[in-house]
Structure formats: C-alpha cells, structure tokens
C-alpha cells in the first residue's frame, strides 16, 4: 500500500511561486508515476501535470507548461510541485496523486491535498 | 470545458441502480482505458475502477464500469446515502494528456 503525505497550506501574493511537497511511502519513487491534479472550490478535477514512469518523461498540461516545474527527491521519495506567476484563480486544493503499472497507471492512491490562496 | 462530457447530476432512489455517463472522443476514450472516481465533501478523491472495469481492492462490486467505442459508463446498484458523492470520469488524451470529465452529483433521493 501506498501512502502519501503532502506538506500543509499556503498562501501567497500574486506573482509568487508556491512549492508543494508530496511524500510517498511504502513503495519507491522510482516505482511511481507522480502527478499533480488542482481542484478549484466549487470546481471539477484539472490535471496539471506528471512523471510518466514509463516513459521517464514529463508531461504538462498545456495551460501549465510555462509555469510549473516538478522535481524528485528520490533519497527522500518526495515529489515536489512548484507553480510561478501565480493569479489569484490559482487558489485551488493541489492533490499528488500516484498509480502503479498493476493498476494501468490509474491514480489509487491520493495525498490529502495541499490549499493554496492567491490574495494580495 | 471538459474534454470528457458528464451529466451535471444524477440521482436515485436507495437500493435503485444508477447510471453515470463520460462521453469523449477517438483521442482519448475510444484509444485508452476510463477511470473512475469518487469524491466526497471534502477529502481526495478515491479511485472507484480503473482499466474500463476494474475494481481496485475493497471497493463494493456494487460498482461497475463498461465501455463502447467513445463513451464510458459507470452504474451503482443497490444505492445506498453513503453514494452520495461526486463522480469524475478520466482517461488519457493522446493530444492532452490525463483529462477529467466535468464531475456527476449524485444525490440519493
């Protein structure tokens, strides 16, 4: 099993950067495809973005391939997410969310998301 | 706008059987498998089936997921209050990547 602990709220101004933590345990990051999915309040789930473990790239969605950069730990199995020039419709809960290939890659198992507030 | 097309709401009766619709097209669910997830008020979401339909261990065989061509359905008999919940349909899109349906609210009347 898979757990995934993400790091705690945030809050910035507009123009800032905000980086997000996501901790996995009971397996290795290198067994792991890590992606980012934001929810904003009263909204559906966006994808953002992710390790393609099969592939050993990383894939953006488009409306954040300027902004986002996500790195990986893996002496420490954390996953991190860092999103630039932030707007205030970027206040949204951020979740890391993770799957295995047994699974088809699907994402089982979920942090417990991260709220970040954009406000000047 | 989704790339992936939910009805907004559904609803049922408790121990009806209900059925969830995601509606794409030959770029992401007639090409890749359909995942399903379920949201409650407040927490992450919880994936419900995955590979079209799959169950993940644990989750109630009163979950199921089927596929055809462009569109994915997910059906839950014997509705139960704790179904009450939020549904999002995904799959990969070979021009996008990961996409998400807009979500269902499933309300148990």
């Known amino acids: 099993q898979v757990q995934v602990v993400q790091s705690g709220a945030e809050v910035r101004k507009p123009g800032a950067s905000v980086k997000v933590s996501c901790k996995v345990s009971?397996?290795?990051?290198?067994?792991?495809?890590i992606h980012w999915v934001r929810q904003v309040p009263g909204k559906g789930l966006e994808w953002m973005g992710g390790f393609d473990r099969e592939d050993g790239e990383k894939v953006f969605a488009q409306n954040f391939l300027a902004r986002l950069t996500m790195t990986e730990d893996t002496l420490t199995d954390t996953a991190y997410m860092e999103l630039s020039s932030l707007r205030s419709g970027d206040s949204a809960m951020y979740y890391c969310?993770?799957?295995?290939?047994?699974?088809?890659?699907?994402?089982?198992?979920w942090g417990q998301g991260t709220l970040v507030t954009v406000s000047s | 706008q989704s790339m992936l097309t939910q009805p907004p709401s559904a609803s049922g009766a408790p121990g009806q059987r209900v059925s969830i619709s995601c509606s794409g097209s030959s770029s992401n669910i007639a090409s890749n498998t359909v995942n399903w997830y379920q949201q409650l008020p407040g927490t992450a979401p919880k994936l419900l089936i995955y590979s079209d339909t799959q169950r993940p261990s644990g989750v109630s065989d009163r979950f199921s997921g089927s596929k055809s061509g462009t569109s994915a359905s997910l059906a839950i008999s014997g509705l139960q209050s704790a179904d009450e919940s939020d549904y999002y349909c995904a799959t990969w899109d070979d021009n996008l990547g990961w996409v998400f349906g807009g979500g269902t609210r499933l309300t148990v009347l």
């Open positions: 969310a993770t799957g295995l290939y047994s699974s088809g890659w699907a994402f089982a198992f």
């Open positions: 009971g397996y290795t990051l290198t067994y792991l495809s």
